[in-house]
């Protein structure tokens, strides 16, 4: 198995009677997703893509990739929602959050530093970054873009504007701006080279604009939504170059395509932790928080609170997703989850191998009181700590659901998504609504486009202003 | 006034009588903070910190910022939680999450891209980072560590290690293994002129090893908690060295501290929103949403997690507090907030003047819709979006208190750190907790100690292992 999933730290809130209470309500709702049944069926494509794919597809990514690696220092991918979170929790998953900060070379580093340091401190290294990645269209600040401009002065840059419909506002302004920058720097025709659209297969505003500049397009498909589309060009063209292997990924989802296409509520880990989840939060645990001990999933996090807040919160209900990093956040969310209000629970993500080894160095005297960990590992330490905080966080009243994996690497990461994107949409079902659609979302643009006075929105945009 | 507290969208879930019946308890509270006479009162010592503060450390920090943005090209800071966060989100808060990334000069930013894009694009330019800046010690994980040495490798590094005690598990591995960097690279002497101690005035291991090694070091104050230690030299060290002017930041919180000192329930703005979060607490919103526009700011959201979370999170009891980034979030948490189960409110933090602007940029025909909005600035329309989002919230049932200051800089900062600190204070007492202690965290550290093999805690150990 890529994956366990331990039971026993939930097990003193939720018993084997109520599990086998829910059992009916999952298996209907896991056979409504695996045979595409149930409200927003429209939208399943995710469930066999990690087979059906688009090879031809995959290969011109591979080869855009390697492209832009090629004659580019800087990626920006435009997008927003599930147009740029899962491509960037994946590439700071598996390459770090400072992926962008050059490192010494490594001569200059051995030479200097590391070699300099105790020869045990660390016995291998992450490889640095092949060109630098950033993400706009996903805000409207101007410091963030004015920032951004900066960083890509006097450099190479290529953009993969991500949007289905090309007229989302916010990537829509990001696009005019990086355009007009690219078409300056390299002329029409150069920055027609330098311009990849992840857009809709025919229509809309971004493929028309496409054909007639002549940027290479790729396709969001159809029937997957945002928050279900990082498996598809919408991540895999900036996860690929990133340089991560892209192929790994989708292998690690097809694994997990396998392990979870059979309804067996035993043996089906996405059937049991959606079964968790709502037996929870049916007993008042109405706070889900995704814990995890490596600092790097923290995007992910982000990804997962999207993918479980957007499919679930809706009609009223809704478990509300929230995350913390530990073990920085035991210095700060850590009391609450401890003794504040008793309706919280706990996943937590656990990866084995770290993949690198930095041991607790040796040092005369013993004033910090470290002597007992001196040549331990780090990953012991952390491995260790997650132990401590999962017995302590049990005693104190918060159930915790532990998944538990071998390492984080590419493999490893695109079963976990998948195992997530499974157990939500099942998780949707039993809970009664439509995993699917979120109409919450076109509350806020309506109002928008009536107050930046977008024509067509007069009359709502006067009731509004008098409400401001 | 540095700062409005506009209370009309929360109007329609508070009355005024609702107001009018907490007056007498936020009273009390405020003159608990005030005269300290409440729980905790040992941990006051922020509340006058603006006027009191050593002015003879105040000089040693700018000048030890100075001597290491001479001879550094990396700071690397240890400390985990209330020694972590304040400083790190002040820094990105003014500085921007990429302020590590180097930029190119300006000569060739100017010539090469700032100028072929519009001229208009952008009129004023932040300000390029001295040096970088990094944290560690805030977790235990090895990829983290390994990143940070590899970055390290080359540069000339001075550390700040943060920490009352000196035997803090995270922050003291960090520092073992920093020192013997700094110790190679410089030898015993150098390293001791590259390590600046924040720690206890005079006792603690820390200190003890500061003072033998002849380490500069400068004072965690016994009467003020890590949550509320940003403003002394805990925050003030690493904010100095970022090139960040510590002068204006504590004038904006003396400014605070003024405004903030009298018992006032229509005038102080402390009290008003300890006031409507308490009632909002008892009608059931029990999670607090901290909303910004400004992705910089989302590790002031994690400070503010950390000083309303720890602080009220105890005895069963306290809001749950999260945070988001707008517009990003709207098209992730959007939907949970607009429609999800009702238990949330917002508090929205809205800064009028970026301090930059950048225009939409015009573009023959109209293909993505964005005609209307060409020649406006991304002030207005993020701007915009957050109006019509405190609408849309609200008319979803979501109470909103909104905080608007003018601009995003060091004195409205430090105003806005002395707010929520005494805002905290005041909602801690009105909850019925004492603000200022944190028992919970106790928990884990005492199971981790236990399954560490640290001497005196086999017995526990024993018990531990067996539940694993």
Same mark, same amino acid.
């Given at each position: 198995m890529t994956m366990k999933l331990i039971e026993k730290y939930v097990g003193g809130f939720v018993s084997g009677r109520e599990m086998e209470e829910i059992r009916g309500e999952v298996e209907e709702a896991t056979r409504e997703v695996l045979e595409g049944?149930? &409200?927003?069926? &429209?939208?399943?494509?995710?469930?066999r893509l990690p087979e059906s794919y688009d090879r031809e597809e995959f290969e011109r990514i591979k080869a855009a990739a390697e492209k832009i690696r090629g004659d580019s220092d800087v990626l920006v991918v435009i997008g927003i929602g599930g147009s740029y979170l899962g491509a960037r929790a994946v590439i700071e998953a598996l390459q770090?959050?400072?992926?962008n900060t050059k490192v010494a070379s490594a001569d200059d580093t051995s030479g200097r530093v590391l070699q300099g340091a105790s020869p045990s401190l660390t016995r291998s290294k992450a490889s640095s970054a092949p060109l630098e990645i950033y993400f706009a269209g996903k805000d409207i600040s101007s410091l963030e873009l004015n920032s951004l401009l900066e960083i890509c002065g006097g450099k190479d840059v290529s953009v993969n504007v991500v949007s289905k419909?090309?007229?989302?506002?916010e990537p829509a302004i990001a696009f005019r701006v990086f355009r007009e920058l690219l078409e300056k720097k390299y002329g029409k025709e150069g920055a027609a080279k330098r311009i990849y659209a992840t857009t809709d297969r025919a229509k809309g505003a971004l493929k028309q604009l496409a054909d007639a500049e002549g940027y290479e397009t790729f396709v969001v498909p159809d029937d997957v939504g945002g928050r279900y589309s990082v498996l598809t060009a919408v991540g895999i063209l900036p996860i690929a170059v990133a340089g991560i292997d892209v192929d790994e990924l989708i292998a690690g989802a097809g694994q997990a395509m396998e392990e979870f296409s059979e309804v067996d509520f035993e043996k089906n880990l996405a059937m049991r932790y959606a079964g968790y989840r709502n037996i929870l939060y049916r007993k008042g645990f109405s706070v889900e928080v995704l814990a995890g001990y490596e600092p790097r999933m923290a995007m992910m996090s982000e990804w997962w609170k999207q993918l479980f807040g957007e499919s679930e919160g809706k009609e009223g209900k809704g478990i509300f997703p929230a995350s913390v990093v530990f073990s920085t956040d035991l210095h700060s969310m850590g009391q609450y989850i401890q003794e504040g209000e008793r309706k919280l629970f706990e996943t937590v993500l656990s990866f084995e191998d770290a993949g690198v080894e930095v041991l607790v160095p040796e040092c005369d005297g013993d004033l910090d009181g470290l002597g007992y960990l001196e040549g331990k590992s780090l990953e012991f330490v952390n491995e260790r700590a997650m132990r401590a905080t999962i017995l302590a966080h049990v005693d104190g009243g918060v159930p915790n659901v532990v998944l538990e994996m071998d390492r984080l690497r590419e493999f490893e990461l695109g079963y976990l998504i998948y195992f997530f994107m499974m157990s939500c949409a099942i998780s949707g079902y039993v809970l009664g609504v439509n995993p699917f659609d979120q109409p919450g979302v076109e509350s806020y643009k309506k109002n928008m486009f009536a107050l930046l006075g977008k024509p067509g929105f007069e009359e709502l945009r006067g009731e509004l202003e008098g409400r401001l």
């Open positions: 049944t149930g &409200e927003g069926k &429209e939208f399943l494509g995710w469930v770090g959050q400072n992926r419909s090309g007229t989302t506002t």
